[in-house]
């Protein structure tokens, strides 16, 4: 039996916010949440003082470019980078070479992942090769194990077929998670068509490329209920389109990335290709939108979108460049230290977004430190400063963040009643 004393445990699916101990049974679940008899024996006490102890997180949107493009990132060095920003569930996007749109890709990948120390859990495709021309077979990829269906990376244009999409998934009870940038209506991908872009040079991302496609698509899903996800919304309209759905009863969800809270267009100027992102980091009237939608629960999750590039790729000029930024492991430190920590957004609102929100959604066993439940958790210190250095445990080190700051450190996570990562 292990033992986590005197930490602040933090369970928002419970309602529990107290100073006290959780012990770990044998078979790795959650044994009791309360005061110990200290006289008892464990074999291992971690002490908590000081520290929060909540659930493991679970980010629904990470790329770990397994297979064909592990020199990127792995599984493993996925998992890894994972734990130590105290994650015990990830669910890994599908575009990937190949893509996860076939039962062979699918079987082989999910196999893999279940060898893992944390739980590593598989998108697939919503359309054939992510071509947006015919669906995958959903209902036996769902029955092969996806945990969701996404074409992330690219938006799905075609209005008949992603109705189709919708409705399968409707029938199937999953969740069907977006990217929503209308290709029609971009100029140039990864930084915001704006003052930056053109200081810069170059066409740029509109806001409208990602609304107009949201409002479309929620809409789509207005009579059919779908467990609609748009993922990483950057637009501060996006917020309003997802409020007011919400509000006429349509069924439909929403995610912000660390990065979205914490920069704005701004930080491409500084950190070049790194800061670039699809959708980009946009205003700061839409970053205060993003936080607002985060605090009143617009927005129901923190997904990090974890993208792994090599150096060789992101040291291309700005406009050649892959998108996306690595995000596992400094996603507490910016959360905690641009949202949490301003006032802005309660810890414990952060925390549901980052646990038992995804768990919902995805009717995972986890998101909650319930007695008997798996025991899968993370303690971290709220109060701990440290600096983004440059080395991490993901194979990649592509984050705008390093060199800032950041008040929040992981100490340990644990996963299924065994340490996955000690600080
Ligand atoms: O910037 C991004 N990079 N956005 C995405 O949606 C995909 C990701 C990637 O796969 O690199
Ligand atoms: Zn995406």
């Given at each position: 039996?292990?033992?986590?004393?005197?930490?602040?445990?933090?369970d928002?699916?419970?309602?529990?916010?107290?100073?006290?101990?959780?012990?770990i049974?044998?078979?790795g679940k959650i044994?009791?949440?309360?005061?110990?008899?200290?006289?008892?024996?464990?074999?291992?006490?971690?002490?908590?003082?000081?520290?929060?102890v909540a659930p493991g997180f679970i980010?629904?949107?990470?790329?770990?470019?397994?297979?064909?493009?592990?020199?990127?990132?792995?599984?493993?060095?996925?998992?890894?980078?994972a734990s130590?920003?105290g994650y015990t569930t990830?669910?890994?996007?599908?575009?990937?070479?190949?893509?996860?749109?076939?039962?062979?890709?699918?079987?082989?990948?999910?196999?893999?992942?279940?060898?893992?120390p944390i739980h590593?859990?598989?998108?697939?495709?919503?359309?054939?090769?992510?071509?947006?021309?015919?669906?995958?077979?959903?209902?036996?990829?769902?029955?092969?194990?996806?945990?969701?269906?996404?074409?992330?990376?690219?938006?799905?244009?075609?209005?008949?077929?992603?109705?189709?999409?919708?409705?399968?998934?409707?029938?199937?009870?999953?969740?069907?998670?977006?990217?929503?940038?209308?290709?029609?209506?971009?100029?140039?991908?990864?930084?915001?068509?704006?003052?930056?872009?053109?200081?810069?040079?170059?066409?740029?991302?509109?806001?409208?490329?990602?609304?107009?496609?949201?409002?479309?698509?929620?809409?789509?899903?207005?009579?059919?209920?779908?467990?609609?996800?748009?993922?990483?919304?950057?637009?501060?309209?996006?917020?309003?389109?997802?409020?007011?759905?919400?509000?006429?009863?349509?069924?439909?969800?929403?995610?912000?990335?660390?990065?979205?809270?914490?920069?704005?267009?701004?930080?491409?100027?500084?950190?070049?290709?790194?800061?670039?992102?699809?959708?980009?980091?946009?205003?700061?009237?839409?970053?205060?939108?993003?936080?607002?939608?985060?605090?009143?629960?617009?927005?129901?999750?923190?997904?990090?979108?974890?993208?792994?590039?090599?150096?060789?790729?992101?040291?291309?000029?700005?406009?050649?460049?892959?998108?996306?930024?690595?995000?596992?492991?400094?996603?507490?430190?910016?959360?905690?230290?641009?949202?949490?920590?301003?006032?802005?957004?309660?810890?414990?609102?952060?925390?549901?977004?980052?646990t038992?929100?995804?768990a919902?959604?995805?009717?995972l066993p986890a998101g909650t430190l319930s007695?008997?439940a798996d025991a899968d958790l993370v303690?971290?210190?709220?109060?701990?400063?440290?600096?983004?250095?440059?080395?991490?445990?993901?194979?990649?080190?592509?984050?705008?963040?390093?060199?800032?700051?950041?008040?929040?450190?992981?100490?340990?996570t644990i996963c299924g009643g065994k340490i996955v990562?000690?600080?």
């Amino acid at each position: 039996m292990k033992l986590i004393k005197g930490g602040r445990v933090i369970d928002p699916a419970n309602n529990i916010d107290t100073i006290t101990d959780v012990v770990i049974n044998d078979k790795g679940k959650i044994e009791r949440i309360g005061a110990v008899d200290p006289a008892l024996n464990f074999d291992t006490v971690i002490d908590a003082e000081n520290l929060i102890v909540a659930p493991g997180f679970i980010d629904v949107h990470v790329h770990f470019r397994d297979p064909g493009l592990t020199y990127k990132e792995d599984i493993t060095t996925g998992a890894a980078a994972a734990s130590a920003g105290g994650y015990t569930t990830v669910i890994c996007m599908a575009n990937t070479k190949p893509p996860v749109d076939s039962l062979e890709t699918l079987a082989e990948l999910c196999s893999r992942e279940k060898q893992l120390p944390i739980h590593v859990l598989q998108a697939a495709n919503v359309t054939a090769g992510m071509q947006g021309k015919e669906l995958t077979d959903m209902e036996a990829l769902l029955a092969a194990g996806a945990a969701g269906f996404t074409d992330d990376g690219v938006p799905i244009a075609d209005e008949k077929l992603l109705l189709q999409a919708l409705k399968k998934c409707k029938e199937l009870d999953v969740p069907i998670s977006l990217h929503e940038e209308d290709p029609a209506l971009m100029f140039s991908a990864g930084v915001n068509k704006g003052v930056v872009s053109d200081r810069l040079g170059l066409g740029g991302a509109p806001d409208e490329a990602e609304y107009v496609l949201v409002a479309r698509d929620v809409m789509l899903n207005r009579k059919i209920g779908a467990k609609l996800d748009i993922q990483h919304i950057s637009s501060g309209v996006t917020v309003d389109i997802l409020r007011s759905a919400k509000k006429m009863g349509i069924k439909v969800f929403g995610e912000v990335t660390p990065q979205h809270l914490a920069a704005t267009e701004e930080l491409v100027l500084e950190k070049g290709s790194l800061a670039r992102v699809n959708p980009p980091l946009r205003t700061e009237k839409d970053r205060q939108a993003l936080i607002e939608g985060l605090r009143d629960g617009t927005i129901d999750m923190i997904a990090t979108d974890h993208a792994p590039h090599s150096k060789e790729e992101k040291s291309k000029p700005l406009e050649s460049a892959p998108s996306g930024m690595i995000g596992l492991e400094t996603a507490l430190g910016l959360v905690l230290t641009s949202v949490v920590r301003t006032g802005q957004v309660p810890l414990k609102r952060v925390i549901e977004a980052l646990t038992i929100n995804p768990a919902k959604l995805y009717k995972l066993p986890a998101g909650t430190l319930s007695e008997g439940a798996d025991a899968d958790l993370v303690i971290f210190d709220p109060e701990e400063k440290w600096t983004v250095g440059d080395s991490f445990r993901s194979k990649a080190s592509n984050s705008p963040f390093i060199g800032w700051e950041l008040y929040g450190k992981i100490k340990t996570t644990i996963c299924g009643g065994k340490i996955v990562f000690r600080d």
